[in-house]
Structures are given as C-alpha cells and as structure tokens.
C-alpha cells in the first residue's frame, strides 16, 4: 500500500512564503507524474502544479511566477515553493501522484492524494 504524507502549510500575511511537501512511502511503485491541487471552500478542486518525472512542469496561471513545483526522485518527494502569497491562494492544498504498483504480481496504476494541508493567507 503506498500512502502519500504532506507536511508544511499554515497561516502567513500576504506577501509571505511557504513550503509544502510531500512524501510517498510503500513498496514495489514507481511514480509518474506528481503535483498539487488546491480546494478553497465553495470552490471545486482546481489544479495548481505538475511535474513529470524528467521534470516537465506546468502551472496555473495565477500562481506562475510565484510558486514552484520541484521533485526529488531519490526520496519520492515532491515539493510546492509558494512566494508573494495572496488572501485567494487559501485552501486546502492536496498533493497528488500517478502511481504504478506491483503486488503480488499484479499490476495496478492510478492517482494516489495526501491528507490535505491548510494554506491560509491574510490580508
């Protein structure tokens, strides 16, 4: 069974930075692409970063500039640099990761999410 753990997030002024993490754990994987959503409250969840294994990144356009997506395939982690926060960057913030297991030779591949983190920016 592989889980995902995030770690970082918490309460910041605007203008602020903070650094999300998030580390996939298990046996036998393989992980593709990885990234983060967030969802604010009455809002659906919405894509805020990817990034390939080779390291192919892709943002939504009201973070670019300011937040980084990085990865670290050594320690399957994947990474969120947020700077120049704003009061609509709060949400939750879910990492996700595209996942290939085998277990007990059977072959599984599908998206795997944190437990969520909360990101909350003040005015």
């Known amino acids: 069974q592989v889980q995902l753990v995030e770690s970082g997030g918490g309460l910041v002024q605007a203008g602020g930075s903070l650094r999300l993490s998030c580390a996939a754990s298990?046996?036998?994987?393989?992980?593709?692409?990885m990234g983060w959503y967030h969802q604010a409250p009455g809002k659906q969840r919405e894509l805020v970063a990817t990034?390939?294994?080779?390291?192919?990144?892709n943002y939504l356009d009201s973070v670019k500039g300011r937040f980084t997506v990085s990865r670290d395939n050594a320690k399957n982690t994947v990474y969120l640099q947020m700077n120049s926060l704003k009061p609509e960057d709060t949400a939750v913030y879910y990492c996700?990761?595209?996942?290939?297991?085998?277990?007990?030779?059977?072959?599984?591949?599908?998206?795997?999410w944190g437990q969520g983190t909360q990101v909350t920016v003040s005015s």
């Open positions: 990034i390939t294994r080779g390291g192919y990144t």
């Open positions: 996700y990761a595209d996942i290939e297991t085998y277990d007990s030779g059977t072959y599984n591949r599908r998206d795997y």
């Open positions: 298990g046996r036998n994987f393989r992980i593709n692409d």
